[in-house]
C-alpha cells in the first residue's frame, strides 16, 4: 500500500503552526522564567524549562517542514 502524500499547502500550513506555536512558547518560558527566579522554590522554573524546550522542538518541527516543502518544489 503505498503512503499517502502531502501536499506542498499542507506542510506550508504545518509550519506555519509549528513556528507560531513555537514563538509563542518561547516568549511564555522566558516570562514564567523570570517570575520564577523570583521564587526559586515554585514550580514555575522547570515550567518555564518546559515551555522553552516545547518551543525550541516546534520551531525544530518548523524548519523540517520548510525544507520538505522546498524539496518538494523542486522536485516538480
Do not use: H
Request: proline share 8%; net charge positive; aromatic share 10%.
Amino acid at each position: 500500500m503505498p503512503s499517502p502524500q502531502i501536499p506542498t499547502e499542507k506542510w506550508w500550513l504545518r509550519g506555519v503552526i509549528a513556528r507560531s506555536i513555537g514563538i509563542v512558547a518561547v516568549a511564555l518560558g522566558f516570562v514564567v522564567g523570570m517570575y520564577g527566579l523570583d521564587y526559586p522554590t515554585s514550580p514555575w522554573l522547570p515550567t518555564a524549562l518546559g515551555l522553552l524546550v516545547t518551543g525550541i522542538m516546534a520551531q525544530g518541527y518548523g524548519l523540517y517542514c520548510s525544507i520538505k516543502r522546498t524539496q518538494q518544489l523542486n522536485s516538480r
